[in-house]
């Protein structure tokens, strides 16, 4: 992340110097402040919202219910998590959110599932192979029907919007298996 | 189907919760007490999310005011464009891990000006539909738990993205 930072910053700002863009740069850099503050605000509502409800599975036990049912699922993408670990439920939620295309929910549930994962975390700061395998499968965005784009395709008048939808899962089916064979291999070399 | 799943989307949510407050008092919590606990933790987490937040918004928005994603998508425009991509595709698959709401703003330009039914859009649509926000996913779930020793996770991300985009465009292809 360091790197990838540095090269950004860097690369913009001499792109910046000889473009003349350099009044467009310095503007998008508060622009980017006032971004992150806006998201993070409404992260705020959202996450303490679910943190007050995963509070309850928790106080009930429920969590760990859930945990005991999913476990043959998870477990086979998450070798080290013990028993009925409150973390499968977290993860579990999570991907059923995503599925469902739920962002609001499935954020909001990934922090807890991070958090959760970081509680078996023997070395703070750094990360473990269940955080990485967690946050690929994330970034591999497992959706079963992309509502917002057939919202804006039916918006622009396409004629059958919902033809995307087989494509689409087919494309992310596809790209998300491949993310995972890509983190082992990396896996493999790195270890 | 569509619409049975897009039921199925808004109730889940509503059982989910009503479930977790029955079944709490049946256990005999006290759901109300229990979800302010809960909820206390909220600004905690955010406090530790924000600063990541605000480093990688920064250097993205920076680098796309700069003329420096410019050139990136022109470069892997030269790339594609062999393989008969539109350059609307391209850009879009450069802006979708980068930013959600400019990757939204982004697809529903493409579809104004190329129409709802060309090539551009369709491809747009499946990269929309099978990518996410890498970057932000990254900064929010590592900034949760103060992850700094990352080690191969970022260029993982980014070689899933990059083939990511080659697999919708083939979809795309097949498919249209």
Known sequence: ?191 | MIKQVEYISLLIIPLFILFTVLYGTFKKVRVYDSFVVGAKEGPAIILKIFPYLLTIFVAIKGFQASGAFDFVRDAFYSLFAFMGVPIEAVSMAIVKPLSGSASTALFADIVKTTGPESLATQMSAIIMGSAETTFYVLAVYLGAVGIRKTRYLVPVCLVADFIGIVVAVIVTKWFF
């Open chain 1, 1 to 191: 992340m360091n790197v990838l930072w540095l090269i950004m910053i860097c690369v913009s700002i001499v792109f910046a110097i000889f473009t003349g863009n350099l009044e467009a740069f310095t503007k998008s850099i508060f622009d980017g402040a006032k971004a992150a503050v806006e998201v993070s605000l409404f992260l705020l509502g959202i996450v303490s919202v679910w943190l007050g409800i995963t509070r309850i599975l928790e106080d009930s036990g429920l969590i760990y219910r859930i945990a005991h049912l999913f476990k043959p699922l998870i477990c086979r993408l998450f070798k080290n998590i013990p028993g009925d670990h409150p973390s499968i439920t977290a993860i579990t939620l999570n991907v059923l959110a995503n599925l469902f295309g739920l962002g609001n929910a499935a954020t909001p549930l990934g922090i807890k599932a991070m958090q959760e994962l970081d509680a078996l975390n023997g070395e703070k700061g750094a990360i473990t192979p269940e955080m990485m395998t967690f946050i690929v499968i994330n970034t591999a965005s497992i959706q079963l029907i992309p509502f917002s784009v057939i919202g804006i395709l039916a918006g622009y008048g396409h004629s059958n919007p919902a033809a995307v939808v087989f494509p689409v899962l087919i494309a992310t089916t596809i790209s998300a298996m491949t993310a995972l064979l890509v983190l082992a291999a990396f896996r493999k070399v790195f270890r």
